[in-house]
């Protein structure tokens, strides 16, 4: 599968809350980086990620690159208040 696809099908499971989806898409080693987080693991990202799903943003995927196994998104997210 394309990671686009894959990226895809992540962000609508998010924007759903659908906890099992997301769990199914994202592999043992999966890490993540974003402005708030400095390459997480799977783990880690459930922890302390996961429970701000009820605050999920509103999202416009802009572009998505992707290169090898590699993939960056650019995309405009509109949170409200999404941090304690």
Do not use: Q
């Not at 509103?58 to 590699?70: D, G, H, P, Q, R």
């Amino acid at each position: 599968m394309p990671h686009s696809d894959l990226i895809r099908k992540y962000f609508s499971a998010y924007k759903n809350k659908d906890c099992k989806a997301v769990e199914s898409l994202l592999t043992d080693d999966f890490v993540v980086t974003s402005p708030y987080d400095d390459h997480i693991d799977r783990t880690t990202y459930f922890k302390r990620c996961w429970p701000y799903g009820e605050k999920s943003p509103t999202y416009v995927i802009e572009a998505l690159f992707e290169k090898s196994n590699e993939a960056f998104i650019h995309g405009l997210f509109d949170w409200t208040d999404p941090w304690p």
